[in-house]
Every structure is written in structure tokens, then in C-alpha cells.
Nanobody, 116 residues
Framework: QVQLVESGGGLVQPGGSLRLSCAAS????????MSWYRQAPGKEREYVAR???????NYADSMKGRFNISRDNAKNTVYLQMNSLKPEDTAVYYC??????????WGQGTLVTVSS
């Protein structure tokens, strides 16, 4: 079954850290770029970061220096390390394979809540 499954979300205090994971299955993970997006309550989904098959990375400006995307092709997993979290980082975080198939592939999301 082709799918992406996120995990690692939860409640964290401002200034804290979390690492999200996204496990891929059913396709050749190493051949695809992988992305993270997020959607805050009442807002549109926004781009967070991307890692290409070469390992090169790209980040939205507001995440640069705080977030780090990485991948482990042996585990078919992409990670998002989030540091110095702020309340405005509260959102559902989605894993995405943008070039899979005709419309890409999305996970179900994992909720991150940053609050004291």
C-alpha cells in the first residue's frame, strides 16, 4: 500500500523542540523528493521544507535556522527537526511526496501544539 504516515507531534512549550517522522511505504522512497507542509487553524496550508534525492534542502524563510529536514533512505523515512518552537508554529504538519504520481502523495498529518 502506497502511503505516508507521520508521527512525533504533540504538546511542547515555547522554546522547545520536537522531531517529526514520516514513514513511507509502497514506493521507492529514495527516488523521490520529500516535503513538509503545515496548516494552522483557520489558515491555508503552507510550505515548510523540502529535501531532494541528492540530499539538498530548501526551507521557507520563516523556518530557516530553526527547522532541519533530513532523510534516511534505508528506513524510508523523512524527518523534520523543529527547534526554538513558537506558539505560531502550532499546526497540523503534513508529509508530502510532491512528484509522486500525477498529484503527489500526502500523509494524514500530525498535530503540533506549542503552548505553555
Amino acid at each position: 500500500q502506497v502511503q505516508l504516515v507521520e508521527s512525533g507531534g504533540g504538546l511542547v512549550q515555547p522554546g522547545g523542540s520536537l522531531r517529526l517522522s514520516c514513514a513511507a511505504s509502497g514506493f521507492t522512497f529514495s527516488r523521490y523528493a520529500m516535503s513538509w507542509y503545515r496548516q494552522a487553524p483557520g489558515k491555508e496550508r503552507e510550505y515548510v521544507a523540502r529535501i531532494h534525492t541528492t540530499g539538498s534542502t530548501n526551507y521557507a524563510d520563516s523556518m530557516k535556522g530553526r527547522f532541519n529536514i533530513s532523510r534516511d533512505n534505508a528506513k524510508n523515512t523523512v524527518y523534520l527537526q523543529m527547534n526554538s518552537l513558537k506558539p505560531e508554529d502550532t499546526a497540523v504538519y503534513y508529509c508530502n511526496a510532491p512528484y509522486y504520481g500525477s498529484g503527489g502523495l500526502w500523509g494524514q498529518g500530525t498535530l503540533v501544539t506549542v503552548s505553555s
